[in-house]
């Protein structure tokens, strides 16, 4: 196979990643500098950072309902991270996407780099829907603002589907296909919201259902 999924199957990164790695000068096969376009298989010795790569014997990717209060990074820096929520073995699954620590919901995690490439790049446009509840009721003209003509951010302009989930006016489903960080809490926070809870039910195909907060399973 080609060595960049190589790498990929083996990190978790993306292919476009292990080919930056390879560029640097980072990875090695049998011993001498690899270069771009390179097969290898498993009798080759591939190291990046000079640290053996092995391709998993099966990819795994689990879905968690991420608590509020839980950073999605191994390195809390004094707060709880998402992976205290999962046992040892599930340790080097890397998130696809992410949450701020104040959000809540689906979270997937995973090994398989081609998958988590498919859901994040831009071009993909897969969906996602989230549960938000506002400070207080969102008025007609700004609904149309940020369903219609967007809101300006300072990344560019913001633009999302809003569903009433009941008549309040300050419980919407927000469903968006972009990425961009904080992306929903930015673009009511600049028409003078606050966002009091965030939780992702959707993310492409996957669904959280009823799994409970806290838990994960294997998708």
Known sequence: MRLNRFISLATGISRRQADREIEFRRVSVDGHPAENGQQVDNSNLVTLNDKPLTIPQELTTIMLNKPVGYVVSRNGQGSQT????????????????????????????????????????????KTKIYELTLDHQISEQDRRTITTLGVKLDDGLSKLKLNNIDQSGRELQVIMSEGRNRQIRRTFSTLGYDTLKLHRTDFGDYKLGDLRSGSFERV
């Not at 620590?101 to 090994?111: A, F, M, V």
């Not at 780099?113 to 831009?122: M, R, V």
């Open 82 to 125: 998402v992976y205290e929520l999962l046992p040892e073995k599930y340790s080097s699954l890397k998130p696809v996407g992410r949450l701020d620590k104040y959000s809540s919901g689906l979270l997937l995690l995973t090994d398989d780099g081609q998958l988590s490439q498919l859901l994040t790049h831009p071009g993909n446009k």
